[in-house]
């Protein structure tokens, strides 16, 4: 048995089992230091007509075998501890399998209670199916209807402070009570409540859910106005996750016995590397993981000297099973607008369509590449929105806010992401890791995000950020190592000041002052971008070197306008960007100059030189 | 390496089908392991709870919460009809007559709680009765106690792409003489009332309002567009998970969006099996739990033909002189068989390097395509 943080561990076995494909890494101590060796990947196995998750995670395991020679598999058993050439020290598993976790939460006050308990649920990895309040404007009956129509996993309820009043988070527990929500999965167990509210509400709470319900209690996630208290529920959100939901599901019963950590839900273990890395390099940082059929976006950023987290999910975007969605949310011209050729309206409808009804189709045509690529700068736009309407204030117990700032949530809304702070910028998912040139996954970040200032980006090499955010519960040098080393793959840095000026008039003047000796100076008119190659040094870490940026009057670039700012660069497989295309992005609104306009970013990325763009 | 390859959907003339018709909540199971049902029998029932309506008691009557049991005329449990009186409050001496007070129920029903915390009272509607139907003509193989059934069948069964409404049977009527034709309004006809039309390459919007308006209860077509999805449901449908909707007919498209020709085995099964009568569905939900649009077609003792279904695993891939159809652009739709498998990873046009295999089109030309952009047909 290895304790947490073993130096004798040497090989880990990790997988995720997602929705469409269970993907295995392999992990080996050489020398004194953690890599990741090999990788495998299988279909995953939950529905039928195999019904058993195990059979994809054995294959999954079973190609890592062929590739690396070494033996895992005994039978339908994993070998561990390692012995010589045979076997991993530990196993390790995330999932989101059968669509994951899927939540309900209610609470007293929309802007109060209820968005406390979504922020709880949606960072223990779930996706959110409703949120429930009193004041929702919805009668109570339409709200009984729709609880009773949701087949959610799990519901948390919360609301009031404690000690406060009782009566409406009794009357929001009774209203489901009334619905008798049934479960997703399985239709004879009990469905799971926690109930994280006011804890003077608990005996009659208790009294009138708990013979219906699989009732849990933890803290109260708002004990006062001022302060927010998300921890406990969220940890017992994964512990019911694992205890219920998964062991409803088929074969997890299995594989549960046989992974050496609890199996923790995708998007949570995502949120803990992020969390990790940001709080290590004491950076701000936001992450996001492009799926299939949802999108993730997390965000960490240090304010008054304590870390926030954050997550968002957006179940309803992504490039295959949603992609029709991404069109339908944001409209078939800002998709267009990334492409500089025509397309008939209905044949573009029609392709969107017939990639979401066979979503594991892959572009073969340059052009269908470039639309995929427009949808997923439109899909990560549109959850990035969602994210920055969701994180306003999640503050842990220790740091506090007094009651006007409570009072201000619905006003400020953005509060918390200020991009002129944001240090790093991490992408993830297939649309991401294996865009056929790092440039454009770089572009689509820049357009999507668009960071404003001094900052880094990144990609996330093979999608395992997953794995290594539960690998963080065991062994914190393995995951940060590997995070680091094989994870990671940084693009590069951007600099760009915010505001907006004529097209064509001079943006910002630059001196770039690399690690290498060289020295690039130069004029960015406004309306253009341009980048400049710069990559590793012998050791294979990113160069170094610092930028002076010396923005025009109109615009801003940290300091104020018009007043030069000096910002570290990073290089990267695809170097630093210097974007004068202002914030908010702007497009020309004339069609052949906005085409123009389009071709002649690609061409300064080398995005997509077989097109009149192409260098 | 990974099996990528998308799975052929269902085209068999003659297939063993077993479908679980299960009640959203407990209730009774009305048919025995071994009776034969038609499509339409009932075979199990349940009463789902009725709605609620809560009352605030407490505020109509000025009182405290916990005083609203003690001013209850109707207890929990005892039933009510609308406008009965629920609650009232009598003062103690007649000529505080001001202080008096009745609550009326506002829906018939039945009392189910009063919440001495909150002061509201919960009344809840009859309860309303879910009834499923064995949907498939067959025989009950297995009773689930309190769930529902297994009823298994015979048939034709052919799966769709995509679909949209819900369960439905039908007789099967051809509607063209080709699988390249497309399924106008003209062709439908008063006649086809309460018939499933087999169209060819393509069902637009005008033939499917008519279809609605004649009483048309399913249409199977190769493709549509999506704008005339937009235009049949009033909105534009983000995520594949569809069967509820309430159109007056199922859908089923068997090839995909856009115009192309129907499969030819799939059009002449079809047209084999004219004159019988179908159950289908459009219930489609491509996420995790797929489930793809059908035409089930029982066969009767005379026609079971002893031909064993033609039978793809996807574990073991394509070979040379499979049939295939590819599945996105370039030569979306088209139909050809596989010259060779390509070992080497390939970098195709748009840079994506992938697997790839050779497949020889319909027109005898050699073709390049990713693995994952063709998918099998059932031969």
Redesign the interface.
């Known amino acids: 048995m290895f304790k947490k943080n073993d130096p004798n561990l040497r090989v880990i076995l990790a997988t995720d089992c997602g929705?469409t494909?269970t993907k295995a890494i392999l992990i080996e101590k050489i020398g004194d230091e953690y890599r990741q060796t090999y990788r495998?990947?299988?279909?995953t196995t939950?529905?039928?007509p195999f019904e058993d998750v195990t059979k994809g995670v054995l294959?999954?395991i079973s190609?890592i075998e062929d590739l690396s020679g070494r033996k895992f598999l005994e039978g339908e058993q994993i070998i561990h501890p390692a012995n010589g050439d045979t076997g991993c020290d530990i196993y390790i598993s995330t999932s989101s399998?059968?669509?994951g976790l899927q939540m309900m939460v209610a609470g007293v006050v929309k802007q109060m209670t209820a968005e406390s308990a979504e922020r709880a649920a949606l960072g223990a990895g779930a996706i959110v199916m409703d949120v429930l309040a009193i004041n929702d404007k919805r009668l109570?009956?339409e709200r009984?209807?729709r609880i009773r129509q949701l087949r959610p996993d799990m519901i948390l309820l919360a609301g009031g402070t404690d000690g406060g009043d009782?009566?409406?988070v009794?009357?929001m527990g009774?209203?489901i009570v009334?619905?008798?929500p049934?479960p997703r999965l399985g239709?004879?167990y009990q469905l799971p409540i926690i109930f994280a509210g006011n804890k003077e509400a608990r005996p009659?709470i208790q009294k009138n859910l708990g013979e219906k319900f699989a009732l849990t209690m933890t803290s109260n996630i708002r004990p006062t106005l001022e302060e927010e208290n998300p921890w406990e529920a969220r940890q017992k959100i994964q512990d019911l996750f694992e205890e219920h939901v998964m062991a409803q599901a088929p074969g997890y019963n299995k594989l549960i016995e046989w992974t050496s950590a609890p199996i923790m839900p995708t998007p949570a273990a995502v949120g803990l590397i992020i969390r990790t890395i940001a709080e290590k390099e004491g950076i701000n940082v936001i992450g996001v993981d492009i799926g299939g059929?949802t999108t993730d976006v997390f965000s960490y950023f240090r304010v008054e000297n304590e870390g926030i987290f954050n997550r968002s999910v957006s179940a309803?975007l992504g490039m295959s099973?949603?992609v029709?969605?991404v069109?339908?949310?944001a409209g078939l011209e800002n998709v267009m607008r990334w492409a500089s050729f025509d397309i008939e309206?209905?044949?573009i409808?029609?392709?969107?369509?017939?990639?979401?009804?066979?979503?594991?189709?892959?572009?073969?045509?340059?052009d269908?590449?470039i639309i995929e690529q427009g949808l997923a700068r439109e899909a990560l736009r549109l959850a990035f929105e969602q994210h920055k309407s969701l994180a306003v204030g999640l503050k842990g117990i220790q740091q506090q806010r007094d009651i006007g700032d409570a009072f201000e949530q619905d006003d400020s809304g953005t509060t918390l992401i200020k991009m002129m702070e944001l240090d790093l910028l991490v992408g993830s998912g297939g649309v991401m890791s294996?865009a056929?040139?790092r440039s454009q996954s770089m572009m689509m970040l820049i357009d999507a995000f668009q960071p404003e200032g001094t900052t880094r980006l990144a990609v996330d090499s093979i999608f395992m950020m997953p794995h290594l955010g539960v690998l963080t519960t065991v062994h914190d040098k393995a995951a940060t190592e590997v995070f680091n080393k094989d994870c990671i793959i940084y693009l590069g840095t951007c600099f760009a000041p915010k505001g907006e000026m004529r097209f064509g008039d001079r943006a910002f003047t630059y001196k770039l002052e690399m690690e290498t000796g060289e020295v690039h100076e130069g004029e960015m008119k406004f309306g253009e971008i341009k980048l400049i190659p710069y990559g590793f040094n012998d050791k294979g870490l990113p160069l170094r070197g610092t930028g002076t940026i010396n923005p025009s009057r109109n615009l801003d670039m940290g300091s104020g306008k018009g007043r030069a700012v000096k910002g570290e660069i990073f290089g990267g497989v695809v170097g630093i960007a210097l974007d004068a295309r202002g914030r908010p992005l702007k497009f020309q609104k004339d069609r052949q100059e906005r085409v123009k306009q389009l071709d002649n970013w690609c061409s300064a990325f080398d995005a997509y030189p077989?097109r009149k763009g192409g260098k | 390496m990974a099996h990528a390859y998308t799975p052929g959907l269902r085209v068999t003339r003659q297939a063993a089908i077993e479908k679980e018709r299960i009640l959203p909540l407990k209730g009774n199971v009305e048919v025995k392991v071994g009776d034969k049902v038609k499509a339409d029998t009932i075979v199990a029932k349940t009463e789902l709870p009725g709605d609620v309506t809560i009352v605030n008691v407490m505020g109509l009557l000025g009182i405290e919460a916990n005083e609203v049991a003690e001013y209850m005329i109707k207890k929990p449990g005892e039933k009510i009809v609308k406008d009965e009186i629920l609650a009232e409050a009598k003062p103690l001496l007649p000529f505080l007559k001001f202080m008096s007070g009745k609550v009326k129920s506002p829906i018939d029903g039945t009392v189910e709680k009063v919440n001495d915390i909150t002061g509201q009272v919960y009344l809840r509607e009859p309860p309303q009765p879910v009834i499923v139907r064995a949907y498939i003509e067959g025989v009950v193989t297995e009773v689930i106690p309190l769930e529902g059934v297994k009823v298994k069948t015979n048939a034709t069964f052919i799966q769709g792409i995509f679909g949209v409404g819900g369960e439905t049977n039908g007789i099967i009527t051809m509607a063209v003489v080709s699988p390249s034709i497309e399924l106008k309004p003209e062709f439908i006809k008063p006649e086809h009332k309460g018939k499933i039309l087999v169209g060819g390459s393509y069902v637009g919007i005008g033939a499917i309002r008519k279809a609605i308006e004649l009483g048309v209860v399913g249409i199977i077509s190769a493709g549509m567009s999506d704008h005339d999805l937009k235009e049949l449901l009033g909105y534009d449908l983000g995520v594949a998970i569809t069967g509820h909707e309430d159109l007056g007919l199922a859908i089923i498209i068997t090839e995909g969006f856009g115009r192309i020709d129907m499969a030819n085995r799939t059009f002449n099964l079809l047209k084999e099996r004219e004159g019988f009568r179908a159950s289908i569905s459009g219930a489609t939900q491509i996420r995790a739990g797929v489930i793809r649009p059908e035409i089930i077609i029982p066969l009767s003792k005379e026609e079971l033909a002893g031909e064993n279904e033609a039978k793809v695993d996807a574990k073991d891939g394509v070979k040379g002189g499979d049939p295939v159809r590819i599945i996105r652009e370039p030569n979306f739709g088209k139909l050809g068989k596989v010259k060779g498998l390509i070992p080497d990873l390939m970098v195709m046009e748009s840079e994506t390097k992938v697997r790839v295999m050779e497949v020889t089109l319909a027109d005898g030309t050699d073709f390049i395509v990713p693995r994952a952009n063709v998918e099998i047909i059932e031969d």
């Open positions: 929705s494909t495998g990947e299988a279909p939950v529905e039928a294959n999954s190609e399998a059968g669509g109570p009956h009984i209807e009782m009566i409406k009794v009357d009774d209203q009334a619905a008798d049934r239709i004879s009659i059929a309803n099973y949603s029709s969605n069109m339908a949310e309206e209905e044949d409808r029609n392709r969107i369509k017939n990639k979401m009804i066979r979503p594991t189709t892959i572009p073969q045509l340059l269908e590449l294996h056929p040139r077989a």
